[in-house]
């Protein structure tokens, strides 16, 4: 992102803590370029707790956070990566020992998050269940914004997330206040239109030119890429810090990271799904995006109901019904998981 722009007023405070988590997105994160990492801590925030890279650790690592809760309510900004366990199954992710007591990862969200001035999500897991809360799903975890009903969360998903989704929104914060999002609380500056609008091989899949293969130079549509549902902008912004890559420049179909239904909706990641078909809908390819979330908000599918899409498409893809295992994992943590 530039950072040319207005300069912070002071530094605000930033806590990240990690629940059920690989620890990817903020291992990703770490790989910013502009400004990179270091420029970063010392010159705009304050970054005052981190789960994994931050010196302090046991009791003074609590303490931390106690003084976040007691001295700074409404002035931190509050970064959780993972799902949380909830239940009986609290004591699957322990953030630490608090008055001789696990401080479950369930309780410093609640705690945390009642105070923070802004949420985020980081990656998937957080914002929308994602693999730690995959089937069988043994830890009974809930994505951030389960456990948080009542606040606004700004969901970032990905797996793991670009360096710059969540920098970018950190920074607009911090200089801006939030940016605008789209009905799942992603910003619109990173999540505003799918991968399949903005590909490369766009014009390949205009020709019906289809990969047969992995490898293959051509539209992966065929070989289960999930571009047409996918909203990122990894095909503009790229990855590996200086912007070389992504995922189908590199030959393998897009997976559909940062969608709600990742990962169980999306499998098998590699095969191109029965097609669907239905008489007398055509629409333009560029126009998916924008219906298949209206279809996924008002539960007559999945991200995509059954593609309504071109006359290609129609004839090329199938997306089965909403993913009803994920809607209930959210109602159930809407129905009085919170404390």
């Known amino acids: 992102m530039d950072v040319d722009g207005p300069k912070p007023k002071g530094k605000p405070v930033v806590l990240w803590i990690g629940t059920n988590t690989c620890a990817g997105d903020l291992l990703s994160f770490l790989n910013n370029s502009n400004p990179d990492y270091h420029a ?17 650790e046991g009791p003074r690592n609590v303490e931390i956070l106690e003084s976040a809760l007691t001295d700074m309510p409404g002035q931190y900004i509050l970064i959780v990566e993972g799902t949380v366990p909830v239940g009986s199954k609290e004591l699957c992710s322990v953030i630490g020992i608090r008055n001789g007591e ?11 998050g009642a105070k923070a001035e802004y949420i985020i999500a980081a990656g998937t ?6 693999p730690y809360a995959a089937d069988p799903n043994p830890s009974d975890s809930l994505p951030l914004q389960a456990v948080l009903r009542e606040r606004t969360i700004i969901n970032v998903p990905g797996c793991p997330i670009n360096p710059e989704w969540m920098m970018g929104t950190i920074n607009h914060l911090i200089m801006y206040g939030v940016p605008e999002l789209d009905g799942l609380n992603r910003p619109k500056l990173f999540y505003g239109q799918t991968i399949h609008d903005q590909c490369q091989r766009r014009v390949h899949y205009e020709n019906s030119v289809f990969a047969q293969r992995l490898g293959e130079p051509w539209c992966m549509y065929k070989l289960g890429c999930k571009g047409p549902t996918t909203y990122a902008d990894c095909p503009s912004r790229q990855w590996n810090s200086e912007h070389l890559n992504w995922p189908v420049k590199a030959n393998t179909p897009c997976i559909g990271c940062t969608s709600p239904e990742f990962p169980d909706g999306d499998m098998p990641f590699f095969e191109h799904l029965p097609d669907v078909k239905l008489p007398g809908i ?5 126009q998916v995006g924008k219906w298949a979330g209206l279809f996924t908000a008002i539960g007559i599918g999945r991200h995509l109901a059954a593609n309504i899409l071109t006359g290609r498409l129609a004839g090329n893809y199938k997306r089965d ?4 295992r994920r809607k209930k994992i959210f109602k159930k943590g809407f129905r009085g998981k919170g404390k």
């Open 282 to 286: 055509k629409m333009r390819a560029n």
């Open 125 to 130: 897991c957080a914002a929308f269940g994602g």
């Open 102 to 112: 696990p401080w479950t990862a369930f309780q410093a969200v609640r705690e945390l």
């Open 40 to 56: 970063w801590v010392n010159e705009y925030v304050d970054f005052r707790y981190d789960y994994l890279i931050g010196a302090a």
């Open 321 to 324: 019904l909403v993913n009803l």
